[in-house]
Antibody, heavy 119, light 107 residues
Framework: ELQLVESGGGLVQPGGSLRLSCAAF????????MSWVRQAPGKGLEWVSSISGSGVTTYYADSVKGRFTISRDNSKNTLFLQMNSLRADDTALYYC????????????WGQGTLVTVSS | DIQMTQSPSSVSASVGDRVTITCRAS??????LAWYQQKPGKAPKLLIY???SLQSGVPSRFSGSGSGTDFTLSINSLQPEDFATYYCQQGDSFPRTFGQGTKVEIK
């Protein structure tokens, strides 16, 4: 069954770090680019970062550049987001999503993991 | 960066109505435009890709049109399960950008 399962969210103090994971099931993981998209409480969707299938190419939103690092382990079908120097405005539900090149869109989403940055 | 602007931000409609949502890109994106539906507490779901192609399993009452900078999502004969928030997203370039969302509410 096609599935993306995020984990690693939680409560962290400003300036702290957190590492999110996204386990992928049911498809050839290294054939697909993957992304993180976040949604602050009551707000819209915000793209955070993307990584190519090989892991060689990465992209970041300006709001997280220099603080977040996206990576993947294709041998374990897992996507990661290392988040450092966290701020209150990073508080959000973080989704991992699979990009479909043919569709030029996010064809599958996980259920999200909540990150709360607060003292 | 390409800015995506949706209108309206919310719309009240009744079951059976036709609803139209527009999305405007700040520069031309050909047909690299997708529409998503999000229900409360759920992840977004792809409805339309390449501006007008219906994703597998999505009811045919949903349709998309447009190219360049102006796009439309239409829902014919609104059903109770269609009350949700809808987002457009451009796939032309990075950073990927979404519209701010349109909430379809029950009148």
């Amino acid at each position: 069954e096609l599935q993306l399962v995020e984990s690693g969210g939680g409560l962290v103090q400003p300036g702290g770090s957190l590492r999110l994971s996204c386990a992928a099931f049911g498809f050839t993981f290294d054939s697909y680019a993957m992304s993180w998209v976040r949604q602050a409480p009551g707000k819209g969707l915000e793209w955070v970062s993307s990584i190519s299938g090989s892991g060689v190419t990465t992209y970041y939103a300006d709001s997280v550049k220099g603080r977040f690092t996206i990576s993947r382990d294709n041998s374990k079908n897992t996507l990661f987001l290392q988040m450092n120097s966290l701020r209150a405005d990073d508080t959000a539900l973080y989704y991992c999503a699979r990009w479909g090149d043919y569709y030029d869109s996010y064809i599958e989403w996980g259920q999200g993991t909540l990150v709360t940055v607060s003292s | 960066d390409i800015q995506m602007t949706q209108s309206p931000s919310s719309v009240s409609a009744s079951v059976g109505d036709r609803v139209t949502i527009t999305c405007r890109a700040s520069q031309g994106i050909n047909t690299w435009l997708a529409w998503y539906q999000q229900k409360p507490g759920k992840a977004p779901k792809l409805l339309i890709y390449a501006a007008s192609s219906l994703q597998s399993g999505v009811p045919s009452r949903f349709s998309g049109s447009g190219s360049g900078t102006d796009f439309t999502l239409s829902i014919n004969s609104l059903q109770p399960e269609d009350f949700a928030t809808y987002y457009c997203q451009q796939g032309d370039s990075f950073p990927r950008t979404f519209g701010q969302g349109t909430k379809v509410e029950i009148k």
